[in-house]
């Protein structure tokens, strides 16, 4: 069955950097793109961007621009996304989703920036 | 970026009656090929979102039939015909059509 599993609860500090893992199986990890979406606590929903997991192109949100990265790595199935330059608003709950959402996503990891 | 407004915010509803939320976007929605990228999502607590509705008003697979969307244009409505308790979360309209992509302040469907 399709899983998307994403790494762990994170805690950083102000200006830091974060780099969360969503690992793909049950699937061919090169046919379907990989979307992040955040969701600050008690808050609605942000579209982060995604990545073609074929041909790694990227399209980010205009307000993460130069802070953020996704990349893929086929060989173990995983997505990555590194936010850097961290801060308090940075606080929030990010997934990794199939494409664009319509079906498979990750359970979530909490990352929380305070000093 | 595209506002997508969400009426109401809270929504107490008792049991096997029907609910429905509005959602208004600040521009059309309307693609350049015809499409419209309006799609609704659920997030029950403690969950990942769920999306149940693309393009306006078509169901996504293993959703039931009670959930139904409709609207055009900037205006679009989600309707549950008779609510259970496993409909009780949170309930985002999102558009798909002009980058960046973006949701509603989400509704909170309750219980009476």
């Known amino acids: 069955q399709v899983q998307l599993v994403q790494s762990g609860a994170e805690v950083k500090k102000p200006g830091a950097s974060v780099k969360i893992s969503c690992k793909a199986s049950?699937?061919?990890?090169?046919?379907?793109?990989i979307s992040w979406v955040r969701q600050a606590p008690g808050q609605g929903l942000e579209w982060m961007g995604w990545i073609s997991v074929y041909n790694d192109k990227t399209t980010y949100a205009q307000k993460l621009q130069g802070r953020v990265t996704m990349t893929t790595d086929t060989s173990t199935s995983t997505a990555y996304m590194e936010l850097r330059s961290l801060r308090s608003d940075d606080t929030a709950v990010y997934y990794c989703?199939?494409?664009?959402?319509?079906?498979?996503w990750g359970q979530g990891t909490l990352v929380t920036v305070s000093s | 970026d595209v506002v997508m407004t969400q009426s109401p915010l809270s929504l107490p509803v008792t049991l096997g009656q029907p609910a429905s939320i509005s959602c208004r976007s600040s521009?059309?929605?309307?693609?350049?090929?015809?499409?419209?990228?309006l799609n609704w999502f659920q997030q029950r607590p403690g969950q990942s979102p769920r999306r149940l509705i693309y393009?306006?008003?078509n169901r996504d697979s293993g959703v039931p039939d009670r959930f139904s969307g409709s609207g055009s244009g900037t205006d679009f409505t989600l309707k549950i015909s008779r609510v259970e308790a496993e409909d009780v979360g949170v309930y985002y309209c999102?558009?798909?059509?002009?980058?960046?992509?973006?949701f509603g302040q989400g509704t909170k469907l309750e219980i009476k």
């Open positions: 999102m558009q798909g059509t002009h980058w960046p992509y973006t």
């Open positions: 049950g699937y061919i990890f090169s046919t379907y793109d």
């Open positions: 393009k306006v008003s």
């Open positions: 521009q059309s929605l309307v693609y350049s090929d015809g499409s419209t990228f």
């Open positions: 989703a199939r494409n664009y959402g319509e079906d498979y």
